[in-house]
Nanobody, 121 residues
Framework: VQLAESGGGSVQSGGSLRLSCVAS????????MGWFRQAPGQAREGIAT???????KYADSVKGRFTISGDAAKNTIYLQMSGLKAEDTARYYC????????????????WGQGTQVTVSS
């Protein structure tokens, strides 16, 4: 499985960005997909996931501001981010995990290279 993120950049507080993750080497729908982020000096944080049934979960820090979605025809996962804050500044990673069942996933073990998001206040 190969993952390639794009769409990062610099934006002012309150702005929006949409990240994309193009996946290859897998069957869409048989994997769980997620977006993670890591700020300098901090641990990697899972912020949004979508499982093989299409159910989504969000970290409290982004709930109501970020939306994860997928396009099976394009083998692409998106992260729509709005109401961005300075604390959202981080490197954002797309990740994939084989689906254990409709609602469960194996640990995420496929990762992209990441894309930088910088939010200025």
């Amino acid at each position: 499985v190969q993952l390639a993120e794009s769409g990062g950049g610099s934006v002012q507080s309150g702005g929006s960005l949409r990240l994309s993750c193009v996946a290859s080497g897998y069957t869409y729908g048989s994997y769980c997909m997620g977006w993670f982020r890591q700020a300098p000096g901090q641990a990697r944080e899972g912020i949004a996931t979508i499982n093989s049934a299409g159910y989504t979960k969000y970290a409290d820090s982004v709930k109501g501001r970020f939306t994860i979605s997928g396009d099976a025809a394009k083998n692409t996962i998106y992260l729509q981010m709005s109401g961005l804050k300075a604390e959202d500044t981080a490197r954002y990673y797309c990740a994939a995990a084989r689906a254990l069942s409709v609602n469960l996933c194996y640990p995420y073990n496929y990762w992209g290279q990441g894309t930088q998001v910088t939010v200025s206040s």
